[in-house]
């Protein structure tokens, strides 16, 4: 009786801290310093009104130049698994300004998935960012919707409107439920409102950004709608020749529900889908720690890189988060630049984000401000 005492209050104890741990991470506030070029922050429920009050209502952070121009909108956290997006948005928000057009930046596009890690995948809850002055804190999420916002799971998911039959679980995977519908499951009106604000603030370009285990074939490229191919294409050749190695895929039509086809299909904009490798996601992996998550090194995928294993390569060195933030910074100004020297009369100029080598020589961290800096008005939450 005695020993059965001690295990049930052993296991109450547990309880109690694996609560307190996901109560934390779930309610953690991630502030946002808004940079000089943040003009405006809006809810996605602006654009569709049923979002408002849910874990969903993400933020978007609008920035605007003088000069008029063409329109943009920069997802990070479609996973929230794969940080460099986040992060990416987040020195987009603090830093950047624009002299022409407009940019729309969503850092937590799927909120939900923010607050939850993986399953059985031993994710730290949150990372830190070293800084100059300090560092800052971010949860890690996951790459579905947490359930505890939606649930439950169908046992076969059929993409609206397409009817395709797709895992179950992707239901909960904002980038499968593009375009979205009003009436549909948390990640489905997500994915509408997106939408919605893509058609109604008739944006140009709308760019996704991602990251990819090394064991998959999609990966160190731009993902581009038939619409962007020739966008892509050239981006690609100004990247490859001038900063590190970055490919081209070419959207699969036959593949339903994700953004850089359903954003080509249903609305007037260039999609584009970035991805960045990152060795925290590989089956192969040994311990999923906050080291792996930043460092990007991993004996383990190193040795199935060595046995033809992996679509990219890997060494001793890794894939750092700031290489991987520092990629979609590069690729994100060139697409602009590219962009803009075609379509004059739409373009997209900014200035303040970093590039490739200043985010390698300084470090992430280097372009995220300081919170306790920021004026009365001056931040937002995540």
Not at 54 to 60: C, E, I, P
Not at 62 to 80: I, T
Not at 206 to 227: F, G, M, N, R
Not at 237 to 253: A, D, K, R
């Amino acid at each position: 009786m005695i020993r059965k005492t001690a295990v049930l209050l052993l296991g109450a104890v547990l309880a109690a801290l694996a609560g307190t741990s996901f109560y934390r991470s779930r309610h953690l506030r991630e502030p946002v310093v808004l940079g000089p070029g943040v003009k405006e922050v809006r809810r996605l429920s602006s654009y569709v009104p049923k979002l408002r009050g849910t874990t969903n209502d993400a933020n978007v952070y609008v920035l605007e130049g003088k000069e008029p121009g063409g329109a943009v909108l920069v997802l990070g956290g479609s996973h929230p698994e794969e940080p460099a997006t986040r992060l990416t948005a987040w020195i987009l928000a603090e830093q950047a300004e624009v002299d022409r057009g407009r940019i729309f930046v969503v850092p937590s596009a799927n909120r939900s998935a923010t607050t939850v890690t993986r399953p059985s995948g031993a994710y730290p809850p949150s990372y830190d960012i070293p800084t100059p002055w300090g560092k800052r804190t971010f949860r890690m999420g996951d790459r579905w919707s947490n359930p505890l916002d939606q649930w439950p799971d169908p046992e076969v998911y059929i993409h609206y409107p397409s009817r395709q039959n797709l895992a179950y679980v992707d239901i909960r995977n904002l980038n499968r439920c593009w375009p979205g519908r009003p009436n549909g499951t948390l990640t489905e009106k997500t994915a509408y409102a997106l939408t919605t604000l893509i058609r109604e603030e008739r944006l140009d370009l709308v760019i996704d950004l991602h990251e990819a285990e090394l064991q998959y074939p999609v990966i160190s490229t731009i993902v581009a709608h038939q619409k962007g191919q020739d966008l892509a294409a050239l981006a690609s050749m100004i990247l490859s020749g001038e900063e590190f190695h970055i490919g081209v895929e070419n959207s699969p039509p036959a593949l339903r529900g994700l953004s850089h086809r359903e954003i080509g299909d249903h609305t007037q904009a260039i999609p584009l889908l970035f991805e960045t490798p990152e060795p925290f996601l590989d089956a192969t992996r040994g311990r999923t720690d906050v080291r792996l998550l930043l460092e990007g090194k991993d004996d383990f995928v190193v040795r199935a890189g060595r046995r033809g294993l992996l679509f990219e390569k890997i060494d001793e060195k890794g894939w750092p988060i700031d290489v991987r933030v520092g990629r979609h910074c590069s690729t994100i100004l060139t697409v602009l630049e590219v962009w803009s020297e075609d379509n004059p009369g739409r373009a997209v100029e900014l200035r303040g984000l970093p590039r490739y080598a200043e985010v390698i020589a300084r470090g992430t961290g280097a372009f995220l401000r300081d919170p306790s800096t920021a004026g009365p008005g001056g931040l937002a939450f995540e």
